[in-house]
């Protein structure tokens, strides 16, 4: 596969904030660098990297809020488990295979993309969820169904949230209900 780069960007729907990112894919996997303003619960502004391999299985994410100078960076064998930065052995993320960064609507397009699923399938799944901006890690139980070739409905295992997220043929969003919505890369400063 030739080196392929994308340009997106993410807004609210309504209120201040934006997501800037840049999506480099290849025969290795994948790596995201965005960079994310918003204002919920209050203002924060986020920089992140992921590393995806080439079965797209997160092995390396850096969040970084620089507004309160606070960051997590976390490594993963693809096995679900993960290490904090100085190696210590993260025993509560344990069976997590994907990321998902509460500030970005890129997290949901990894296990998209990983799980593979077909029109009327499910699975369900253990993200290493990081909260923007608390900057905190936990465990987090998700289920992923695909209800239409660019459509998958998204549920917290945990809570009663549900959102049914439109994906473009690469699987990236471009509607995530009330959250977030795709609009041109590039046009306005993050």
Do not use: K
């Amino acid at each position: 596969m030739e080196s392929v780069t994308r340009s997106l960007a993410w807004a609210p729907p309504s209120g201040p904030g934006r997501e800037e990112t840049t999506v480099i894919l290849d025969d290795n996997g994948c790596t995201a660098v965005g960079h994310i303003t918003g204002t919920d619960p209050h203002l924060f502004d986020v920089y992140y990297r992921i590393e995806i391999d080439d079965q797209w299985r997160t092995r390396y994410v850096l969040v970084s809020e620089t507004l309160s100078g606070r960051s997590v960076e976390i490594r993963s064998g693809g096995d679900g488990r993960w290490w904090s930065d100085d190696g210590r052995l993260l025993r509560h993320l344990d069976a997590a295979i994907d990321v998902d960064i509460s500030a970005t609507p890129f997290s949901n397009t990894l296990p998209v993309r990983r799980l593979g699923i077909e029109v009327g399938q499910s699975a369900e799944i253990v993200a290493a969820y990081v909260d923007v901006p608390a900057m905190t890690v936990s465990a987090d139980p998700q289920r992923y169904t695909r209800l239409l070739p660019d459509v998958y409905r998204y549920q917290s295992l945990d809570s009663d949230f549900t959102r049914d997220v439109l994906v473009d043929e690469l699987g990236f969003v471009l509607e995530y209900p009330g959250l977030f919505s795709r609009v041109p890369a590039g046009l306005e400063p993050v």
